[in-house]
């Protein structure tokens, strides 16, 4: 099982900030808005096929944990009372959509990817999930979701960078980004992996405090989430930042018809949120 400490250097989050709002932008700000609120530690998000926005909640313990739908302006619970461990340190931790167009999310409390409640297949300890794969912290790995919810190692990667998050590139190959344990004096810089299948993994852009998220958008650009700045980096490396504005202990990002959206206050009971940002 893995320690408290284990659990947050997976999602890169700070524990100072737990029970605490959100910084959230002042009203009027047309660039960022809030399009969900009152969320219990919420993580990775998706997009599914009519546009509704998915959200993991990690929850607060016990039976609490979640995977909000967020549609028209209105939010609500489409799976409740999913494991939660440590006061919401460990619970859903992503969601994505599955081959039937249907949400499926990873969870650190059980270990394993699920839809609903209903485990699809184990793992030591998944922490985010894109298409056909799965990160797995402990083993350092990215992982194949085979038939029967069969796992095949893709590729594994170096100590001390722990794999947080993953997403599809433009060109086929597997983004892998990274982070590190919170204890360690001096971390080195994070990493975001490139991975071709049958082949070992290369660094393709480094220099980051820790990856919370990625995703590709507009222009063949990757956008990468880290502890409360979103930066996006083209395909030649040059990057740029997009907004430091009210990502507070971010827990996972999205991107749809030119917006970004990040869940924020990913250690907070009932006041997290998820934000809309104007690229």
Known sequence: MLTIRSYLAVFGLLIAGHGTDPVLPLPGRTSVEIVARGLDNPRGLAFGSRGELYVAEAGRGGPSGAITMIEFGHQWRVASGLPSAEDGVAGPSDVTIDADGEPVHTS???????????????????????????????????????????????????????????????????????????????????????????????VWATGFTGVVDLAWGPGNRLYVLERGTLTSVDVQGTRRVVTRTGLNSPGGLALRGGHAYVSTCSTCRDTGAVLKIRL
């Open 108 to 202: 650190t409390a059980e270990p394993g990817l699920y839809r609903g409640a209903n485990r699809l297949t184990t793992s030591p300890a998944p922490v985010a999930a894109a298409d056909s794969v799965i990160v797995d912290a402990r083993e350092r790995a990215l992982l194949r979701i085979g038939p029967r919810g069969r796992l095949r190692t893709v590729a594994t990667f170096p100590a001390p960078g722990v794999p947080s998050s993953v997403t599809a590139g433009p060109d086929g190959a597997w983004f892998v980004g990274e982070t590190f344990d919170p204890s360690l004096v001096r971390p080195p810089a994070a990493r975001i992996w490139r991975v071709e299948p049958g082949r070992a993994p290369r």
